[in-house]
T-cell receptor, first 113, second 116 residues
Framework: RKEVEQDPGPFNVPEGATVAFNCTYS??????FFWYRQDCRKEPKLLMS???SGNEDGRFTAQLNRASQYISLLIRDSKLSDSATYLC??????????????FGAGTRLFVKA | DGGITQSPKYLFRKEGQNVTLSCEQN?????MYWYRQDPGQGLRLIYY???????QKGDIAEGYSVSREKKESFPLTVTSAQKNPTAFYLC???????????????FGSGTRLTVV
C-alpha cells in the first residue's frame, strides 16, 4: 500500500460544478497536511494547509479525518482556471525516527465550459 | 520579490556526462530540497539540507550529489552513475521548524533534463 494515495482521475466537470477529491494516508502518526496545485509542466504551488478543524479559503475547503486517515479538498463553483493537478502532501514520522514529506501522485481536474 | 530560481529550464545530457542544476533562493529559508518528478508518480526526494554545510540523502540519492556551501544555494549534480536521469527536477525551500513541519514548500520552476 502506498503511504499517500490519490485517485488519479481525470475528473471532468462543467463550469460551476462542485468537485471533491480525497487523499488517504497510511501512517496514523502523520503530523501535517497540505494541498498543492500543479499546472501542466509547471512547479507545484501551495494551495492550502489542512487543519484538524477544517479550513476554507474562498471556494476551496479542506478537511481532515484522522479516524479514517484521509484528507479532502472541495472546490465549489469550479472555474476554467481551476483545471490542474492537485497534489496531496503528508508529513509523517519516518522509519528512522525523523519526519518525512510524502507527495501523492496527484488528481487531475478538467473544468469545461 | 523573494523566490527560488532554478536554471537552466531545459538541459540535455549526453551519455557518461555529469551535469549540474542550479538552485538559488532569497527567501532566507534554512531548509532546501531536491525532488524528481516522473510522469504519473509523486515527487521523490533526492537530497535535502536543513542547514548550511549539512545535507542528507533522500529516497533516491544514488547517482546524484549536492553541496550546501551557502544558505542561498543548493546545486544538484546528476552524475553518469544515474542510469535513468530523464525527468523534471524541482528544487524547493522551506522554513526549518524542526519536527513541527507546519510550513509548506516554495518550489522553483524546475529543470527538464533529457538524455540524448
Amino acid at each position: 500500500r502506498k503511504e499517500v494515495e490519490q485517485d488519479p482521475g481525470p475528473f471532468n466537470v462543467p463550469e460551476g460544478a462542485t468537485v471533491a477529491f480525497n487523499c488517504t494516508y497510511s501512517n496514523s502518526a502523520s503530523q501535517s497536511f497540505f494541498w498543492y496545485r500543479q499546472d501542466c509542466r509547471k512547479e507545484p504551488k501551495l494551495l492550502m494547509s489542512v487543519y484538524s478543524s477544517g479550513n476554507e479559503d474562498g471556494r476551496f475547503t479542506a478537511q481532515l479525518n484522522r479516524a479514517s486517515q484521509y484528507i479532502s479538498l472541495l472546490i465549489r463553483d469550479s472555474k476554467l482556471s481551476d483545471s490542474a493537478t492537485y497534489l496531496c502532501v503528508v508529513n509523517m514520522f519516518g522509519n528512522t525516527g525523523g519526519f518525512k514529506t510524502i507527495f501523492g501522485a496527484g488528481t487531475r481536474l478538467f473544468v469545461k465550459a | 520579490d523573494g523566490g527560488i530560481t532554478q536554471s537552466p529550464k531545459y538541459l540535455f545530457r549526453k551519455e557518461g556526462q555529469n551535469v549540474t542544476l542550479s538552485c538559488e533562493q532569497n527567501l532566507n529559508h534554512d531548509a532546501m530540497y531536491w525532488y524528481r518528478q516522473d510522469p504519473g508518480q509523486g515527487l521523490r526526494l533526492i537530497y535535502y539540507s536543513q542547514i548550511v554545510n549539512d545535507f542528507q540523502k533522500g529516497d533516491i540519492a544514488e547517482g546524484y550529489s549536492v553541496s550546501r556551501e551557502k544558505k542561498e544555494s543548493f546545486p544538484l549534480t546528476v552524475t553518469s552513475a544515474q542510469k535513468n536521469p530523464t525527468a523534471f527536477y524541482l528544487c524547493a525551500s522551506s522554513i526549518n521548524d524542526g519536527t513541527k513541519q507546519y510550513y509548506g514548500y516554495t518550489f522553483g520552476s524546475g529543470t527538464r533534463l533529457t538524455v540524448v
